[in-house]
């Protein structure tokens, strides 16, 4: 039996419902202590970067840890100690909670985010990133496992704590079940694009507008290719509609430079119930095109969710993207608005489109959470740990 704790939410941040619901599909007793906190990752990365805001913080934790604190207590009376903890996404403080509660119980420390590197990624400079990469250092070593996404981030692991760097495991992101629900049914083949009749392509994009996702090379991109295609169908051409959704820092710049601009509907928020069938709506999902060193070292959730959902995936070409899914997406140079636009462009070709279609398609699978936890449950096997 596995407990899966903490303060996270999985309706929010979705890659410990994955991690969940993988370890279930291979026979797995998984139960939930979670007590979620309440904040967003843009909300938690403010506090720690504007240290007054830490009382609050604070605060909220402590209700949570007491409330987790009995929840461990009952859990152990009715079922006795687990085999292991797996620590949820953002746990940089409960793992430390995890480890106080749990003794020598096995705890897995989901790291899919260091919060130094997040909060230099995002503008922070100086002492507070200082302080945030001893966060890390102190969550990852609570913890007996330390998961991350990529190789990029398991060597960043070893950069940081290198005696940790040994118990690292490499564990995809992966997409929840919801978002392969709701996919379109598609007649035909994979590929076939019989069903196209001429309407505009329908791109989406969602996200915090953080420099990670490179939301400025998107507004270049787009600022180009909408007008253009604008043009075009007004001749007889196929047209282009593009969704953008979520909010952010670089949210009032994007909006700045695609003042204007046609074929743009803009949602400030989506409730995550409905992001799945938002997006699969579309034909084509964007994922991230910034040459920051966190954009290199990603594959972000939008990637898998977008594959999920039956969508076209256009990203950057990054190392990491193009290891774990490079045969399945459509890959851009990182920081490239003109690489981008063009892609673009050329997808409103049908046939361009459907051999897309068919690229995205076989690749699907390669999301879904049985798939993406096979390296947890390879590890937990060779620790004694089985269903």
């Given amino acids: 039996m596995i407990v899966a704790f903490g303060t996270y939410d999985a309706a929010r941040h979705p890659r410990v419902g994955v991690l969940v619901a993988g370890l279930r599909d291979q026979g797995y007793t998984v139960r939930e202590l979670d007590r979620p906190l309440g904040l967003s990752t843009a909300e938690r990365v403010r506090m720690l970067r504007q240290p007054w805001r830490l009382p609050g913080l604070l605060v909220r934790l402590l209700r949570c840890w007491v409330l987790l604190a009995g929840d461990v207590a009952a859990h152990r009376r009715a079922h006795g100690r687990p085999d292991a903890v797996l620590v949820g996404y953002l746990g940089h403080f409960d793992v430390v909670l995890a480890r106080l509660l749990f003794g020598r119980t096995p705890v897995l420390l989901d790291h899919l985010v260091f919060a130094g590197d997040t909060a230099a990624d995002r503008g922070a400079r100086g002492a507070r990133v200082t302080l945030l990469r001893g966060l890390d250092r102190v969550a990852t ?27 690292g495991l490499v564990v995809p992101v992966g997409a929840p079940q919801a978002w392969f629900d709701a996919a379109p049914v598609r007649t035909g083949p994979p590929g076939d694009g019989a069903t196209d009749d001429g309407r505009p392509l329908r791109v989406v994009f969602f996200g915090l507008f953080t420099p990670l996702q490179g939301t400025d090379v998107l507004a270049e991109a787009l600022a180009v290719a909408l007008p253009r295609a604008a043009e075009e169908a007004a001749r007889g051409g196929r047209g282009l509609e593009v969704t953008l959704a979520g909010s952010g820092q670089d949210l009032p710049a994007a909006r700045d430079r695609l003042r204007g601009t046609p074929g743009i509907t803009w949602h400030d928020w989506v409730e995550p119930a409905d992001l799945p069938a938002l997006v699969a709506a579309h034909d084509v999902c964007l994922g991230i095109f910034s040459a920051t060193p ?17 969508c076209v995936v256009v990203t950057s070409d990054t190392e990491p993207q193009r290891r774990l899914l490079g045969d399945h997406l459509e890959l851009v140079p990182p920081a490239d608005p003109t690489a981008l636009a063009d892609r673009l462009l050329a997808l409103r070709d ?13 690749g699907r699978d390669l999301a879904r959470p049985e798939a993406v936890t096979r390296p947890l449950v390879r590890l937990l096997a060779a620790r004694g740990v089985r269903p």
């Avoid at 330390?146 to 704590?161: I, K, N, Y």
């Fill in 141 to 167: 070593s609570c913890a007996d496992v330390v998961l991350l996404d990529t190789p990029e981030h398991l060597r960043m692991l070893g950069e940081l704590v290198p005696a940790r760097a040994r118990r």
């Fill in 294 to 310: 966190k954009g290199l070292r990603v594959v972000p959730n939008k990637v898998f969710q977008g594959l999920a959902a039956g």
């Fill in 350 to 362: 049908p046939g361009a489109l459907a051999a897309a279609r068919g690229r995205a398609a076989a």
